[in-house]
């Protein structure tokens, strides 16, 4: 079966049908990850999107049971050149092309994804529709009208309630803005206790939950479109140390009084090097974002730059004056990606352990 996918600036591409056989509308963008699709597939922050995989061939490993980075995807939509029907690898339990189906994702191969990726890389991300499968003929015409961009993303992906994966350890309150399991298996993996929570959740809740401290998770979308979020985060910088992660990031610089802007592509990929001004060190790191803290909004802020990305000069990094607060734009928990970055959240337990021996000298 075919089936097309058409851009709002009328370009049309014509390809096989894999996955659900019904459309869909969502935002294209592309990742240039060459391994990992399992993970993008799963990872919240695409709610809405039509992710391209600019690597011509995916799925030759399969899906498997470990490395799902949520329970149910968010994803629109997924365009790939080349489909792989029959995976080979141990650890492979179904084709993507069946758990496309079985989540009732669309997508769409034996498409010229260089040529995708070029006009998204020069015009920018914008918003698609991958029409309906059919044996042949012409797309309904009616089918093309195309939705304005999602403003609801976090609202869909954060969790609806409160939950506790035990530990021995600090007590860390995760405010779910649309996490990525990899977050908790690095939490995990340092022994805290962690208890998820709704992004509406009130500085009053969280307060009440006695953290030690505090990790805003990424997600997906403008991070204007959760104005709640900021304020909360406004009231809760000096309770506790305070860790954000991409969008998570992005809040942060708002609470403080920079600013954020969409860009033009954004940056999805997992060799995307980053260079530690602190540490004097590059790293190459795993990212997804469509917007960024716009560098000349840090000045007369309480925000120092940490962090810079080699290729533009974007801010990927921010830390607090006053506060133990600091985030990142890129995903230090990789999965997929290099893990070259993990050394943050032993950065975030020091502050954790420091915060609470000065908490105890005060007292």
Do not use: W
């Not at 049971?65 to 050149?81: M, N, R, T, Y």
């Amino acid at each position: 079966m075919i089936r097309d996918l058409i851009l709002e600036d009328g370009t049309l591409f014509t390809g096989q049908a894999i996955g659900s056989t019904a459309s869909s509308q969502g935002e294209v963008v592309f990742n240039t990850g060459m391994t990992g699709y399992q993970e993008i597939l799963t990872d919240p922050s695409y709610c809405g999107q039509f992710v391209t995989m600019t690597y011509p061939l995916i799925g030759n490993y399969g899906i498997n049971l470990a490395d799902f980075e949520s329970i149910e995807p968010s994803i629109h939509g997924l365009v790939v050149k080349e489909s792989c029907d029959t995976p080979s690898n141990f650890r492979s339990e179904q084709s993507v092309d069946a758990y496309l189906k079985s989540k009732e994702i669309p997508g769409i191969a034996e498409i010229d994804t260089r040529s995708l990726t070029k006009i998204i890389r020069k015009h920018g991300t914008m918003r698609a529709i991958l029409t309906e499968a059919r044996e042949e003929g012409d797309v309904d015409e009616n089918a093309l009208d195309f939705a304005p961009f999602m403003t609801d993303q976090v609202e869909r992906v954060s969790t609806k309630n409160p939950y506790v994966v035990p530990g021995r350890g600090h007590r860390v309150v995760v405010i779910d803005y649309g996490m990525k399991h990899g977050i908790l298996r690095d939490l995990t993996e340092r022994l805290c206790h962690i208890i998820v929570v709704p992004y509406t959740y009130t500085t009053e809740e969280i307060l009440a939950l006695k953290p030690d401290g505090i990790m805003l998770t990424n997600g997906p979308g403008d991070p204007k479109n959760v104005p709640e979020a900021i304020e909360v985060i406004k009231e809760l910088q000096g309770h506790a140390p305070i860790f954000g992660i991409c969008l998570g990031h992005q809040l942060i610089a708002l609470a403080n009084g920079a600013d954020t802007e969409k860009m033009t592509f954004g940056h999805r990929g997992s060799n995307h090097p980053v260079k530690d001004l602190h540490l004097n060190k590059t790293f190459i790191t795993s990212q997804n974002h469509g917007y960024a803290v716009r560098l000349g909004s840090l000045e007369n802020t309480h925000l120092d730059l940490t962090h810079v990305a080699i290729n533009d000069d974007s801010v990927e990094g921010v830390k607090h004056k006053d506060y133990p607060v600091f985030s990142v734009q890129y995903h230090p928990e990789s999965a997929p990606g290099p893990e070259d970055s993990g050394y943050l959240f032993d950065q975030f337990i020091d502050q954790i352990k420091q915060y609470k021996q000065h908490s105890k000298e005060a007292k």
